[in-house]
């Protein structure tokens, strides 16, 4: 028998969603038997599968140990909270509250899992909350903190997490209405000494994984996504600008393509960058990673977290000290 009482991350779900996610190998079939066999009851009594949870319900489960282990164990058997998780480097907390953990994630590191061997910010999220005592095995099967928004395995900075389903769907919203501002530092090929706002049209090919930009929605072709992007120049080299990016539309590959269509490609790009430039690049510091870095975000309560550059940004020699444009607006009030 199993008895396990129902918290704010579970509360508002249906009876028989909840249940899904406990008992994720079991089909539909065998939930909906126990629960008209009463096998499975809700505060004691016999309950709909329809039925709406609230917090501090109960749920009985009459199950042996291993029937519940065999529905409930996660695929392959791979733990819900990874040992692995531990050797991943360079990742650090920037702001948490009891809903969300704001992170600088280091270049290199993906966001979400690709495979099932790699270890990305998601597992490093789950590995520090349970060493803190926030979440457990028992929890994470019915529901698991994540980060809300992406970034490209090369593209270090802010990712923020949902530690909880309000603060997981708090900021999801926020993300999906525009309403969190996020602005990144690059360092581009050539000199620009003024900002500008780019519009345009945004194209994937999902074969290759590329982006093209188009200034003009293509008539009679797939749909494009619409796409802004606003820039201000922070600093120089003689050859180099440092731009601060407000990302208005968070697409794919948005910054990195934007620029790279008006002749500005981001330094280190290995998929819209110049190989001349990231040669010189490489050759000069070493490093393979492309100078973007998701540098600060201003969420709808007007909070405002920064993430430190990366030390191989002042590395490559690029970084002067600012020489604000005129238009640049540090408070992010535009």
């Known amino acids: 028998m199993k008895q396990l009482e129902i918290g704010a991350n579970e509360a508002g779900q249906r009876l028989d969603k909840y249940l899904k996610k406990l008992l994720k190998h079991a089909d539909r079939s065998f939930i909906y038997k126990m629960l008209r066999k009463k096998n499975i009851v809700l505060n004691g009594k016999k309950a709909e599968g329809a039925v709406h949870l609230t917090a501090g319900d109960c749920v009985t489960l009459y199950l042996s140990d291993d029937t519940f282990e065999k529905f409930s164990r996660d695929p392959a058997g791979e733990p819900l909270i990874t040992q692995t998780a531990q050797t991943a480097s360079g990742i650090n907390v920037l702001y948490e509250d009891a809903d969300i953990l704001i992170l600088n994630k280091p270049a290199g590191m993906l966001s979400q899992k690709a495979a099932a061997s790699d270890v ?5 999220v789950i590995r520090y909350l349970a060493g803190k005592g926030v979440v457990t095995t028992q929890s994470l099967q019915t529901f698991r903190p994540a980060v809300c928004n992406r970034l490209d395995r090369n593209t270090s900075g802010i990712l923020i997490a949902g530690k909880t389903l309000h603060g997981l769907q708090s900021m999801s919203r926020q993300f999906r209405e525009r309403t969190v501002k996020k602005y990144y530092r690059c ?15 945004l194209y994937k090919d999902h074969k290759k994984n590329k982006v093209s930009i188009c200034q003009e929605e293509r008539i009679g072709q797939e749909t494009g ?9 922070v600093g120089y080299t003689k050859e180099c600008t440092m731009l601060e ?3 208005i539309t968070g697409r794919s590959h948005q910054i990195r393509a934007h620029l790279a269509s008006v002749g500005h490609p981001v330094i280190g790009d290995p998929k819209y960058g110049s190989p001349k430039w990231n040669g010189r690049y490489r050759a000069k510091t070493g490093c393979s990673w492309q100078l973007l870095h998701a540098f600060r975000i201003v969420l709808e309560n007007g909070q405002e977290v920064v993430a430190p550059l990366p030390d191989y940004f002042s ?5 002067l000290a600012p020489q604000p444009a ?8 535009r």
């Open 225 to 233: 996504q619409y796409i802004e992007t606003e820039y201000w120049p």
């Open 120 to 124: 990305s910010a998601n597992e490093w």
């Open 245 to 247: 990016v407000h990302l």
């Open 315 to 319: 590395e490559a020699s690029f970084v």
């Open 187 to 201: 360092v581009t090929a050539g000199i620009l000494t003024s900002g500008a706002h780019l519009k345009g049209y």
């Open 326 to 333: 005129h238009n640049y607006d540090p408070a992010g009030s």
